[in-house]
């Protein structure tokens, strides 16, 4: 077939058709190029934002067969866009060598997975592995590697032998001493057996 031999009425269609052809074409072309990052955004910002409400949630940090820590909240929150987790009536254990160094329990806590820190909040109770006992408003767990800091309301107690209250507690890494900050005092009793 060619082209000088077919009328002229029939070329103005197929000129016609194939520019309404080629308009559609690019029309369908440019929307999806202008519309493919939109989508894209929006199904991201629907998975970033997502929040979850649980109850009886678990948290733990494991590393090379080695625990540092595990925490139990009776309920929770966890927003993954902020990579936070809001715990409440909680309770755990930090671990040295595999083994319970110091137990915990609280009202509330939080554990930013960003940054890898633990924060227990409104009447924390911690128990050390010797033995010494102490109540604080606040505990700030940053790392294994960095000391534990407790502030507000420091209440520390071994057995009989010691009360101390203080402004705030810094706790090596290894669990093995203290140091005490602020406004201290201390009354250190004689075991009379």
């Known amino acids: 077939m060619n082209w000088k031999n077919i009328q002229k009425k029939k070329r103005v ?5 194939l520019v309404l052809v080629g308009i559609l074409a690019w029309a369908f072309i ?3 190029v202008i519309t493919h990052d939109f989508n894209r955004k929006q199904v991201q910002a629907q998975g970033d934002e997502q929040e979850a409400v649980v109850q009886g949630i678990i948290l733990t940090e494991t590393k090379e067969e080695q625990k540092y820590w595990e925490i139990y909240g009776d309920t929770g929150k966890w927003d993954s866009s902020n990579g936070i987790a809001q715990l409440n009536k909680v309770i755990g254990n930090f671990y040295k060598d595999n083994e319970v160094s110091m137990s915990f329990e609280s009202s509330k806590g939080t554990y930013n997975s960003k940054e890898g820190d633990i924060i227990l909040y409104a009447d924390t109770f911690i128990a050390l592995k010797d033995g010494i006992t102490l109540k604080a408003d606040k505990l700030h767990w940053f790392n294994s590697h960095s000391p534990i800091i407790a502030e507000g309301h420091i209440r520390i107690q071994k057995g009989k032998e010691l009360l101390s209250t203080a402004d705030k ?4 890494p290894d669990y093995s ?3 005490i900050v602020g406004h201290t005092v ?3 009793y004689e075991d009379k057996k």
């Open 169 to 172: 507690i810094i706790i090596n």
């Open 186 to 188: 201390s009354k250190v």
């Open 30 to 32: 440019t929307a999806g």
């Open 13 to 17: 269609y197929i000129a016609l058709i």
């Open 177 to 179: 001493s203290f140091k």
